[in-house]
T-cell receptor, first 112, second 116 residues
Framework: GESVGLHLPTLSVQEGDNSIINCAYSNSASDYFIWYKQESGKGPQFIIDIRSNMDKRQGQRVTVLLNKTVKHLSLQIAATQPGDSAVYFCAEIGNSGYALNFGKGTSLLVTP | ETGVTQSPTHLIKTRGQQVTLRCSSQSGHNTVSWYQQALGQGPQFIFQYYREEENGRGNFPPRFSGLQFPNYSSELNVNALELDDSALYLC???????????????FGEGSRLTVL
């Protein structure tokens, strides 16, 4: 069945360093992937998305890489700031075309 | 701010009771999805409403039901509450795109339900 999983439940980085959050998926039919940031007590916030016809997409301080061969995507955050501390989820839209399938999340902690 | 508002923000119910959660979607959005997020987990898809009809459902029993109104706002109803229904319930609005695929989802802050 479909599943989206994250390699690490927690990640601690120093302010100013780059962060990399990884995610594996199992559904080869998935063609749209999204990264969300969720701060404590808030709903998920869209960060960046990527479609399966791309292998890289860049936003402001964030880059998403997609490797369809090994069904893996990553979120890279440049110059991590304290405000980046949150739980990050990868999600994919598979066969349904409308339901997001979320992973469990990685908690990112940025230390001064 | 996503423009998606949910109410109430917190509520406490007891087993067997019924609850109604409400969501106002972002202006211009015609699709509403509901997700359940248990503590420490990712959100799980409950169902989606488009043109006032349920358009798709996840692995949730029939006691989870919903409505979408002409102004695209929505309600989630849960009957016969169980302890495991305790969770954050998230509403997300979007605009249906080409080939009926959902566009970018904008989430509300959620309604925190505790069942005792």
């Amino acid at each position: 069945g479909e599943s989206v999983g994250l390699h690490l439940p927690t990640l601690s980085v120093q302010e100013g360093d780059n962060s990399i959050i990884n995610c594996a998926y199992s559904n080869s039919a998935s063609d749209y992937f999204i990264w969300y940031k969720q701060e404590s007590g808030k709903g998920p916030q869209f960060i960046i998305d990527i479609r399966s016809n791309m292998d890289k997409r860049q936003g402001q301080r964030v880059t998403v890489l997609l490797n369809k061969t090994v069904k893996h995507l990553s979120l890279q955050i440049a110059a991590t700031q304290p405000g980046d501390s949150a739980v990050y989820f990868c999600a994919e839209i598979g066969n349904s075309g409308y339901a997001l399938n979320f992973g469990k999340g990685t908690s990112l902690l940025v230390t001064p | 701010e996503t423009g998606v508002t949910q109410s109430p923000t917190h509520l406490i119910k007891t087993r067997g009771q019924q609850v109604t959660l409400r969501c106002s979607s972002q202006s211009g959005h015609n699709t509403v999805s509901w997700y359940q997020q248990a503590l420490g987990q990712g959100p799980q898809f409950i169902f989606q409403y488009y043109r006032e009809e349920e358009n798709g459902r996840g692995n949730f029993p029939p006691r989870f039901s919903g409505l979408q109104f002409p102004n695209y706002s929505s309600e989630l109803n849960v009957n016969a509450l169980e302890l495991d229904d305790s969770a954050l319930y998230l509403c997300a609005s979007s605009r249906r795109g080409p080939q009926n695929r959902v566009g970018e989802l904008f989430f509300g802050e959620g309604s925190r339900l505790t069942v005792l």
